[in-house]
């Protein structure tokens, strides 16, 4: 059977095969360049060859932006298991890894229209991708700012633009680009390094913090641990830190500066794996 071919920016002629093997490739990995809508059908399924001419002009007439991709669940069963697969024909789309919406049986030629429609990428989402592929950073921060202009809630346009914004120093507007958007990993994790980012000190600043650290002074250990986080030295700033947490006048913002760098992190990181406990046992 062929398989999609996910490099592909010209228009899709028709539905193409894949295969169990093919799946992830074909589709999931696909879906983060181009949204694709999956046909899981079957040879004996008597809708599924109702469905099969609406869904080739449908996918025709959106194939600039939407890639469209069949699976027969005779030959990959596992993947219909994976997907939730109870009754066919049953039409997934996929954008960004995830399945985004779905239709079962045979829907009107309108409403296979409107699945459609709904994967077309947006004004903000074209000026979005555009701005990715950006030679520099006033052309990228262009872009964002005019996808902004289109669509002021545009998840990964505000993201984009907080990242551009706190490479070069400006926190207070990117924060403020930040509170518009639903708080995610990705998120946390930019809040985390922009917050983190006000804590850097100059050398002289932190030999002192340094020497008064070692003297035992919470306050020194706070504000140096999170000079050393800002600086990107995790290891040594969670030392510092959670020295900091065992003092009752330092203990929530030292607590607090703990978990901005777990963010920035990232649950699954080893460092935030072994010092979560610890951080437990300073606390409780």
Same mark, same amino acid.
């Given at each position: 059977m062929a398989s999609t071919d996910t490099s592909r920016s010209t228009a899709q002629a028709a539905p193409v095969e894949t295969t169990a093997e093919r799946f992830d490739t074909d589709v999931v990995e696909a879906s983060h360049t181009r949204p694709v809508v999956v046909?899981?059908?079957? +040879?004996?399924?008597?809708?599924?060859?109702?469905?099969? +001419? /609406?869904l080739e002009r449908v996918a025709a007439r959106y194939g600039d932006h939407v890639d469209t991709v069949k699976l027969n669940i005779d030959e990959a069963p596992r993947i219909a298991q994976r997907f939730g697969?109870?009754?066919?024909?049953?039409?997934?789309?996929f954008r960004g890894g995830q399945v985004v919406d779905e239709r079962t049986g045979v829907p009107s030629e309108q409403a296979l229209a409107d699945l459609f429609a709904g994967l077309v990428p947006s004004v903000a989402d074209q000026l979005t991708t555009q701005a990715q592929q950006a030679g520099d950073d006033d052309e990228r921060e262009r872009l964002l700012r005019e996808a902004l202009a289109s669509e +002021?809630?545009? #998840?990964?346009?505000?993201?984009?633009?907080?990242?551009?914004?706190?490479?070069?120093?400006?926190?207070?507007?990117?924060l403020g680009l930040l509170d518009r958007v639903a708080p995610d990993e990705e998120v946390a994790r930019l809040r @985390?390094? /922009?917050?983190?980012?006000?804590? #850097? #000190?100059? @050398?002289?600043?932190?030999?002192?913090?340094?020497?008064?650290a070692a003297r035992?002074?919470?306050?020194?250990a706070l504000e140096l641990g999170r000079a050393l986080a800002a600086d990107g030295d995790h290891a040594e700033a969670l030392e510092h830190l959670l020295t900091a947490v065992a003092h009752p006048a330092t203990r929530e913002s030292a607590r607090q500066g703990v978990l901005e760098v777990f963010a920035v992190l990232g649950d699954d990181h080893e460092l935030t794996r072994q010092t979560r406990p610890r951080l437990a046992r300073a606390l409780f």
């Open positions: 046909d899981f059908w079957a +040879p004996w399924c008597g809708p599924c060859h109702q469905l099969a +001419p /609406l697969i109870q009754g066919i024909p049953a039409l997934k789309a +002021p809630g545009h #998840r990964d346009a505000i993201v984009a633009l907080a990242r551009l914004l706190s490479q070069r120093g400006d926190a207070q507007e990117a @985390a390094e /922009l917050d983190l980012a006000g804590a #850097r #000190r100059d @050398a002289a600043t932190r030999e002192a913090l340094i020497d008064r035992g002074e919470p306050e020194a």
